[in-house]
Nanobody, 127 residues
């Protein structure tokens, strides 16, 4: 079982900044890719940014140059620094992580990969 605990959401004026954090806890061997998604009312959930275990990042075009994703592997934590926020950034932001674990059975040990979602944190940008 893995839990993703998010923090840092809130209300901010346009042009302001917020930093989201997501800490993973539970039983797993390692975490591969981690990312942030967001979903606005009436819209599809979309990828905002992702980062691999090696530090390779990917961003949605709408946030390039404004958002920065980073991670602390020692703390199993991913961050999203959001600068120059716009009203259209308003959404529920979800943390996502791919974990690696193992299952031991008579046949041997099987490496398993699971995907987890956080509960989401509300980010509201006012004009």
């Amino acid at each position: 079982q893995v839990q993703l605990v998010e923090s840092g959401g809130g209300l901010v004026q346009a042009g302001g900044s917020l930093r989201l954090s997501c800490a993973a806890s539970g039983i797993f061997l390692s975490i591969d890719a981690m990312g942030w998604y967001r979903q606005a009312p009436g819209k599809q959930r979309e990828l905002v940014a992702s980062i691999t275990s090696g530090g390779t990042t990917n961003y949605a075009d709408s946030v390039k140059g404004r958002f920065t994703i980073s991670r602390d592997n020692a703390k199993d934590t991913v961050y999203l620094q959001m600068n120059s926020l716009k009203p259209e950034d308003t959404a529920v932001y979800y943390c996502n992580a791919d974990t690696v674990t193992e299952h031991t059975a008579f046949i041997g040990v099987t490496t398993l990969r699971y995907n987890y979602w956080g509960q989401g944190t509300q980010v509201t940008v006012s004009s």
